[in-house]
């Protein structure tokens, strides 16, 4: 699936294996096999049918963006991009939402 990253620092994470999130190597790791199954997804539904992921769609003001989760206190925000009848996602932030 296409994806980008609208967090330079995010991108900086995911393409260079020395950076680091700052938030320990679990999440550096989790982080970067998120975004790798985002990659390889054919559509959204690939990425619904990993149940780990827990792909899922954000209520009230961030009903227009959804997550992922990365590790059991951390999940990806993403929003889709719908252009020319291709829907890609894009990588907005990474929070600790306990």
Known sequence: MDFGFEDSGLEDVYYNP???LGRGP???KGFRK????????NDERDLRA???????KLEGNRSHQHALNVT???????E????????S????????YH
Request: hydrophobic share 50%; proline share 0%; aromatic share 4%.
């Open 18 to 20: 020395e950076a680091s």
């Open 26 to 28: 679990a999440v550096d």
């Open 34 to 41: 998120v975004v790798g199954k985002i990659a390889a997804a």
């Open 50 to 56: 990993l149940k780990g992921l827990h792909y899922h």
């Open 72 to 78: 059991d206190q951390w999940r990806l925000i993403v």
């Open 80 to 87: 889709r991009v719908n252009d020319d009848g291709r829907t």
């Open 89 to 96: 996602l894009l990588i907005v932030s990474l929070e600790d």
